[in-house]
């Protein structure tokens, strides 16, 4: 798949594409049915398709303090826009110039000459351009006169509420993740390089495969029952501590996961962690032989649960 950026050139195979717009952060099912609905227009019409989203997310522009809230990384959305069958991802870097265009020139300038977008599809509740000036009906409306076919595909619901990013940040902050899994159709992962810790974990016979969380939202801190996907695509099972480490000063925010089948070095290399089962909240022992007796009845329970 393509990675593309402005203002650098649209590869003429990829001109006269059916964009697919939105942020797209977590592609959970409503995100989806947004690409889905792109990639069935691209087929009928014999056209490529672009998935375009906004790096860094405009919340973060605008709100530069905001606490971290990302569900997913470029790289993690390349993969999963890719698997959904577009051609090309196409990264809007939102800054204070894209923040000042208005409406009228993001479609004339950005989709229809620089792009070349033939078809636009978005969410019903999709906004652009300068002070959110823009809409699915201004989209509509401008766009058709620069050839631009625009489209909105409705909300999705589940449990009788609309999928949303907002419904897979509360369940995980919550420690509910089989939420979160049904609501992205997949299990909420965190990637990232494995990094030199303490090596508190080897010192008490866990040796873990430890990360930073970066500009993840922080799920609720606990034990959790995970599955991990290895830079060269083989998956181990196993538990991790995402948290402040309580038992151990100073504290440290870390992603701290023991792998039940893999011995070897992962320093350094570039790893993905589904969070699949809540297992408990973060403890402070009495001890460390207290901490190690529960660790091992944690890693017995998420085996158990990752098996079934």
Sequence with gaps: MSRLTLPGPIPDALRGAIVALGNFDGFHLGHQAVVGRAVQRGAHERRPVIVATFDPHPVRHFRPDAAPFRLTTLDQRERMFLAAGADAMLVFRFDDALASTSAEDFIADLLARKIGATGVVTGEDFTFGKARGGNPHVLRDIGAAHGIVAETVAPVTLAGEVVSSSRIREALQSGDPHGATQLLTRPFAIEGTVIHGDKRGRELGWP???????????PKYGIYAVRA???DGSEHDGVAS????PMFDPPKLLLETYLFDF???????TVEIALHHYLRGEEKFDSLDALKAQMAADAAQAKELLSA
């Design 229 to 231: 996907r290895l830079d």
């Design 263 to 269: 011995d070897g070095d992962l320093y350094g290399r």
């Design 242 to 245: 995402l948290g402040v480490r």
């Design 208 to 218: 873990t495969a430890n990360m930073e969380l970066g500009t993840y939202l922080r």
